[in-house]
């Protein structure tokens, strides 16, 4: 079973950046693709980005493009999501998933991971 912990979430003025981590535990995320979700008040879950396994394999929702990186330190057992020039929209509680099986392909819909952290919370005001 796989245990996923978010961090690095917090109060950002717009145009700042943020770095959001999800540690797993309990079995290793190097060989899963890992995405990042997120929910803004009163909205849907959206899908915001992924790394797949494999080196290159990745994709990032057109609201956030050019704006995010997505790595992942499989030493540490960890993915990151960075997120620069943050906008008021980008308020939401970030989310990250794994998938079950070893090699499976990114995905941007929900109901294709396996495995969820409990959110962190991204507030872009001043």
């Known amino acids: 079973q796989v245990q996923l912990v978010e961090s690095g979430g917090g109060l950002v003025q717009p145009g700042g950046s943020l770095r959001l981590s999800c540690t797993a535990s309990?079995?290793?995320?190097?060989?899963?693709?890992v995405g990042w979700f997120r929910q803004a008040p009163g909205k849907e879950r959206e899908g915001v980005s992924c790394?797949?396994?494999?080196?290159?394999?990745?994709y990032n929702a057109d609201s956030v493009k050019g704006r995010i990186t997505i790595s992942r330190d499989n030493a540490k057992n960890t993915v990151y999501l960075q997120i620069n020039s943050l906008k008021p929209e980008d308020t939401a509680i970030y989310y990250c998933?794994?998938?079950?099986?070893?090699?499976?392909?990114?995905?941007?819909?929900?109901?294709?991971?396996?495995?969820w952290g409990q959110g962190t919370q991204v507030t872009v005001s001043t």
């Open positions: 998933a794994a998938r079950r099986y070893y090699g499976s392909p990114c995905s941007s819909i929900e109901y294709e991971y396996d495995y």
């Open positions: 309990g079995a290793t995320l190097n060989y899963r693709p």
């Open positions: 790394i797949s396994s494999s080196v290159g394999s990745t």
